[in-house]
């Protein structure tokens, strides 16, 4: 499976170094929505943002890839 913004259904992930997509893209510069992980709310936004993103090619659905 490849793992990208296009493929992926976020899992919001918390860390030190800021908030990302994916657990799975933490060492993915494109996989990081902000580089402090608060506040959550922004965070969200910006995910939800690049889901609704006009641009983007939402012609297969996203993949799930839990990491649990």
Do not use: K, N, Y
């Not at 993915?28 to 006009?54: C, E, W």
């Amino acid at each position: 499976m490849q793992l990208t913004l296009d493929s992926l259904w976020p899992e919001p992930t918390l860390t030190a170094d800021g908030a990302w997509r994916h657990p799975v893209g933490i060492a993915d510069p494109a996989m990081q929505v902000a580089s402090t992980p608060l506040p959550l709310v922004t965070v969200l936004a910006v995910i939800r943002a690049t889901l609704d993103d006009p641009e983007r090619d939402r012609g297969a659905a996203l993949d799930a890839f839990r990491c649990t």
